[in-house]
């Protein structure tokens, strides 16, 4: 074992959790990759072994409390104790709100909060025996409000509430909490959002550009850039804040 910090990032297999995953393995952490299938995990651990750092995979169910004990226990006795947590993991179930079922809704939540909540409550016992942590947790603009995301808006609006609590009770021992609201990112969780649409991805983001600012759509490394720097030591005064990561102001 040695001094090396240990991050955890959920949903951490693809997408926004690979590419914060393998930008925390830059900054120096190894990273325990978390997400339902081990399997799922490979490419993005292969990725950062071939960069000769460390990382495990581990699979799994961010909303199953033992499978989280158990999860981060793993990552405990392989790594060392994670004091890095970046809650991604997430889905989406889209409908109107009249073709809404509970499935739909209970799902969404147990993925997103329930799991930001299991995750955030295990790893702080490590965070707060060594006085130090960070906790980022994915938020998204939809927060704000979107059309067929009754179930996603509630659920990424939690996770703000959820993080400023999180800042106000852990301070005192070392530990900030922060989220990250993207806009529109290029990941699968677009593609899926065309297809309930019913047009094509490329059709998407052209109409999406064309809204943005900045004129050009997110990619996964944006965010990484952000999580980088909330997790990073310089960021130890910066606590319970949503940064939104859309290419231009959101509010």
């Known amino acids: 074992m040695t001094d090396q910090r240990v991050a955890i990032v959920t949903g951490g297999a693809r997408g926004i959790g690979a590419a914060i995953s393998a930008r925390l393995s830059r900054d120096g952490y190894a990273v325990a990759v978390i997400d339902l299938r081990e399997a799922d995990t490979a490419a993005t651990v292969d990725a950062i072994a071939a960069e000769g750092r460390r990382a495990i995979g581990v699979g799994a169910?961010?909303?199953?409390?033992?499978?989280?004990?158990?999860?981060?226990?793993?990552?405990?006795?392989?790594?060392?104790?994670?004091?890095?947590?970046?809650?991604?993991?997430?889905?989406?179930?889209?409908?109107?709100?009249?073709?809404?079922?509970?499935?739909?809704?209970?799902?969404?939540?147990?993925?997103?909060?329930?799991?930001?909540?299991?995750?955030?409550?295990?790893?702080?016992?490590?965070?707060v025996k060594v006085g130090w942590g960070r906790v980022v947790s994915l938020s998204s603009t939809s927060a704000l409000g979107n059309r067929g995301q009754a179930n996603y808006s509630a659920a990424k609006a939690g996770i703000q509430g959820f993080t400023k609590t999180l800042a106000i009770e852990l301070g005192p021992f070392g530990i900030t909490a922060n989220a990250i609201a993207p806009g529109f990112i290029a990941t699968d969780m677009l593609r899926q959002t065309a297809d309930r649409m019913g047009i094509t991805l490329e059709q998407f983001l052209e109409g999406a550009v064309k809204e943005i600012p900045v004129r050009r759509v997110g990619q996964p490394e944006d965010v990484a850039?952000?999580?980088?720097?909330?997790?990073?030591?310089?960021?130890?005064?910066?606590?319970?804040?949503?940064?939104?990561?859309?290419?231009?102001?959101?509010?």
């Open 61 to 127: 169910d961010v909303g199953d409390a033992e499978e989280v004990r158990a999860a981060v226990q793993r990552v405990a006795d392989e790594l060392g104790a994670p004091t890095v947590l970046v809650n991604n993991a997430g889905i989406l179930r889209d409908n109107l709100l009249f073709k809404m079922d509970e499935a739909d809704w209970d799902s969404v939540m147990n993925v997103h909060l329930r799991g930001a909540f299991l995750m955030s409550r295990e790893v702080q016992r490590h965070q």
């Open 225 to 251: 850039a952000v999580a980088s720097f909330l997790c990073s030591q310089e960021a130890g005064f910066v606590s319970g804040q949503v940064i939104y990561v859309a290419g231009g102001p959101k509010s």
